[in-house]
């Protein structure tokens, strides 16, 4: 009697080597393709003084033309300040002795766009580009207070009023400044509020031009 040899569904060595080959490769691949689409959200565009990034739990020497990715901290020295150019155009001051995180940016075709940042301490002024032309939520998340920008040049920063949060619209559309305590929105340009601890923000006044000198001294390079 003859048996015949049953032959495994997958008994092709070179084609089940290629597979695993294949699959290796793509593992290999994927984070360094993550991070190229972290790291599509835009560029340095000048540095003055001294700036460092802390990336991945590692600290870098930027340097400018180099891309920035989704996670980036930014710190810089009493003498540091740092310009960021985003693909929608948005552009992003860092002050001088300031922390300021990219935590999160989108752009969507169907969707809402996302831009999602923190000021941990000192100053920052965001020109916003295209991306709040459409649906979108764009942020800056501090200790004291949440910045939420409907297309607009804002700055806001510490260091203008002992513990507390200033935050001015120098044109656009308006920005509004919310705690858990309240809420305002500066409609016009010019208009300022403060935001200490647990409290609500100021109404918003008019700021007097020797405190927007100050408040623009602080993300202008010496």
């Not at 040049?153 to 858990?180: P, R, S």
């Not at 309240?182 to 208009?191: A, K, N």
């Amino acid at each position: 009697m003859v048996h015949a040899r049953l032959k495994p569904p997958f008994e092709s060595k070179p084609l089940m080597r290629a597979a695993i080959f294949i699959l290796v490769g793509f593992l290999t691949i994927l984070p360094t393709l993550s991070h190229a689409r972290a790291c599509r959200m835009g560029k340095i565009a000048q540095l003055h003084g001294e700036v460092s990034v802390l990336r991945a739990n590692q600290q870098i020497s930027p340097s400018e033309g180099q891309a920035v990715c989704i996670g980036d901290r930014v710190s810089t020295g009493a003498n540091g300040v740092a310009n960021f150019h985003l693909r929608d155009g948005t552009k992003i001051t860092v002050g001088k002795s300031s922390e300021f995180v990219f935590d999160e940016y989108r752009i969507y075709r169907q969707r809402p766009n996302i831009a999602l940042f923190t000021l941990l301490k000192g100053a920052f002024r965001s020109v916003t580009g295209f991306m709040t032309v459409r649906p979108h939520r764009y942020e800056v998340r501090t200790a004291t207070a949440t910045l939420g920008v409907r297309g607009t040049d804002f700055w806001g920063g510490y260091g203008l009023t002992e513990n507390g949060l200033d935050v001015i619209m120098l044109e656009g559309h308006g920005v509004y400044v919310k705690t858990a305590q309240g809420q305002v929105e500066l409609d016009r340009p010019g208009l300022g509020t403060t935001v200490l601890p647990e409290q609500s923000p100021t109404v918003p006044v008019v700021w007097e031009q020797e405190k927007v000198q100050r408040a623009v001294a602080t993300i202008t390079h010496d």
